[in-house]
């Protein structure tokens, strides 16, 4: 007999948990259709020549990638198979990957239906997608990414409405304890120049990228071991310190940085998005060992945290300039942010965060014999056409075991009817979680639930 079993880092949900990440997920869909975001969705499967090189070295190994149909074998290269080489193997035997992340099949749709676009174009995506990652806590190889962009514009009041969006999802959410962190990549840029090691970019930003992971001497030892000297990276470690988000904090910043165009973009880009936040009365912090780890970022950086959670971030995302542009369509600049839904599961639940006021208010009809059957299955329908969520037991057993499914299934209410009941036109009706049980009529049924 085959033992069951889930793939690793995959998970079942069941209906307790699946009501509580629907009410994660529609809080956020209602906050991103306050600020005119629309729906899309894209497959879950896509080209791997759509996904490859988007993400940097490391994301390109975290990628599924999906066996050719059939004989794969057959057309596979001889030569990369007699000698083990998986790297040149793959493009013989694979043409297709799941997705990595929501925004590369974003940049990949807006061309391909941008006659049918009006620009700046504002799309949310609530969908999962899949990283061949080692499974930890808070980390999945399956997990559930709810991102909104807006593309087609540079105007930084859309890095303004993230911020506010930021706000309005975890305190709605009952996350109040939050921190969101910004950068720039072209600060970083600067950065690397002004240590000289903007020879080495990718190096730099991975480290530093791992300082909440590793700390500041496992990422001195890392950059130490890439050839920055002991000057530099005192420098460095001076700069990567995170600040409040203020006039000042820019100012300091900019006087340690040398002169160059990247410096000027991302200390004047910073300094408007400051103004449009201290319009809305939001603070935020200024964090330059922010990185993202993903190479399409050139502009504004955000990532957010819950403070007083053991998961790390929640959120995360940037402006990308021309990720259209690997697919034909140059210079339409996009920026956009993702929230991991699966780390807001776990975070509040951990935070006992999750109301039993989530779960919808379920009746269970209970009766004796056939004829009270067909009696509660009127009765049910009247309550669904009111909107109330009610259930026929189906099978003619003994009450106490029709009480003990309604337990089980996290039923709130139990409605008994028998003759008497019948005749009188009423219901013995049970309110599982305080014991109280009284007769109401069938008329009076819907108010008494309510």
């Known amino acids: 007999m085959q033992k069951a079993s889930l793939p690793k880092g995959t998970r079942d949900f069941s209906p307790q948990v699946m009501a509580r990440r ?9 906050v991103y259709t306050l600020y005119g975001f629309e729906p899309i969705e894209t497959p879950a499967m896509e080209n791997l020549s759509t996904l490859t090189g988007k993400y940097g070295q490391e994301g390109d190994t975290l990628l599924f990638k999906i066996l050719n149909s059939g004989d794969y074998l057959k057309k596979a290269d001889q030569d990369a198979l007699n000698t083990k080489d998986s ?56 997990f559930w990414q709810c991102d909104a962009d807006v593309i087609g514009t540079i105007s930084l009041i859309c890095e303004a409405d ?25 600060v970083l840029e600067a950065i690397a120049k002004t240590i000289r090691f903007e020879s080495s970019f990718t190096d730099l930003t991975i480290a530093i990228d791992k300082l909440d992971k590793i700390g500041w001497d496992g990422v001195s030892k890392e950059l130490i071991s890439k050839g920055i000297d002991a000057s530099n990276i ?44 201290n319009l809305q009365n939001i603070h935020i912090a200024l964090d330059l060992s922010l990185a993202r780890g993903l190479d399409y970022y050139t502009g504004c950086i955000f990532e957010a945290i819950i403070e007083d959670s053991p998961i790390g971030s929640v959120s995360g995302g940037g402006r990308y300039d021309d990720l259209t542009g ?41 009766h004796f014999d056939s004829e009270g059957q067909s009696h509660c299955l009127t009765l049910a329908n009247a309550l ?14 003994k009450i106490n075991k029709q009480f003990d499914y309604a337990n089980k299934s996290g039923f709130k209410w139990v409605a008994v009817v028998g ?10 009706l049970k309110n599982m979680e305080t014991g109280k049980q009284e007769e109401v009529s069938q008329d009076s049924l819907i108010e008494a639930l309510s």
């Open 384 to 397: 669904r056409n009111s909107g109330l969520t009610s259930v026929v037991y189906p099978d003619n057993k």
């Open 22 to 30: 629907n009410f994660i997920v529609d809080t956020i869909k209602s």
């Open 87 to 142: 790297n040149r193997l793959i493009s013989s035997i694979s043409d297709k990957g799941l997705r990595y992340d929501l925004t590369v099949p974003f940049a990949r749709y807006v061309v391909q239906n941008q006659t049918e676009i009006s620009f700046p174009f504002r799309r949310y995506q609530i969908q999962p997608v899949w990283r061949a990652d080692r499974p930890q806590k808070g980390r999945y190889r399956e």
């Open 234 to 277: 005192a420098k460095l470690k001076t700069l990567l310190t995170v600040q409040p988000f203020n006039e000042s904090t820019i100012n300091q910043i900019e006087s340690q940085l040398i002169d160059c165009p990247e410096k000027t973009t991302g200390i004047q880009e910073l300094r408007q998005v400051l103004a449009y936040s």
């Open 162 to 186: 993230f911020i506010d969006i930021y706000h309005k999802v975890f305190t709605t959410l009952g996350l109040t304890n939050y921190q969101v962190r910004i950068n720039h990549r072209k």
């Open 419 to 428: 003759d008497n009941e019948i005749s009188n036109h009423t219901v013995q």
């Open 326 to 366: 690997i697919f034909g369509l140059k210079d339409v600049s996009g920026v956009g942010i993702s929230f991991g839904l699966d780390r807001l599961y776990d975070i509040m639940l951990h935070l006992d965060l999750f109301k039993e006021s989530i779960q919808q208010t379920k009746l269970l009809f209970c």
